[in-house]
C-alpha cells in the first residue's frame, strides 16, 4: 500500500483547495470530480486514504464508498458532508467509513483526521 490521497468531490474549487493544502505537507495527491472517476483512479492507483464528498452528481459518495470498501477493504475512507444527516452517517459507518469531516472544511480538523487515518 502507498501513502496516495485521493480527493473526490464534484466541486473543483474544493478539490483544489484541499489538493494544494495535502500537497504542501509532501502527500501524494490525487484527485477525482465524480464518484464514477473515483473508482477508476482507486481500481490503477489503489490510494491509502480517500477523502469522499457524500452529495455529487451521478454516483454519490454513499454508492462509491460501498464500492471502494467492495474492492479494497483496507483503504481508509473519509466522508465529507455539508450538512449533519445522521441517515446517512450511519449508512456510511456500516458501509465502514474511517471517518467524517464536515464542509466548509477547516484546514486544522481536515489535516488532523487525514493524518491520524493515514498513520493508523
Same mark, same amino acid.
Not at 493544502?21 to 490510494?47: H, M, N, Y
Not at 483503504?75 to 444527516?85: A, C, L, P, S
Not at 467524517?100 to 484546514?107: M, T
Given at each position: ?5 485521493? $480527493? ?9 483547495? &484541499? ?12 484527485? &477525482? ?9 482507486? $481500481? ?52 465502514? &467509513? ?23
Amino acid at each position: 500500500m502507498n501513502d496516495k490521497l485521493l $480527493i473526490v468531490d464534484d466541486e473543483i474549487d474544493v478539490r483544489e483547495y &484541499a489538493a494544494n493544502f495535502f500537497s504542501k505537507r509532501k502527500i501524494d495527491v490525487l484527485t &477525482a470530480s465524480s464518484g464514477e472517476e473515483a473508482i477508476k483512479i482507486v $481500481i490503477s492507483q489503489q490510494p491509502k486514504v480517500v477523502l469522499l464528498d457524500i452529495k455529487m452528481e451521478g454516483m454519490d459518495g454513499v454508492e462509491a464508498l460501498a464500492r471502494i470498501r467492495g474492492l479494497n477493504k483496507q483503504i481508509k475512507v473519509i466522508m465529507v458532508t455539508g450538512k449533519n444527516d445522521e441517515e446517512t452517517v450511519l449508512k456510511t459507518k456500516e458501509l465502514g &467509513a474511517a471517518d467524517f469531516i464536515h464542509k466548509p472544511l477547516e484546514l486544522d480538523e481536515l489535516e488532523k483526521v487525514v493524518l491520524r487515518i493515514f498513520n493508523k
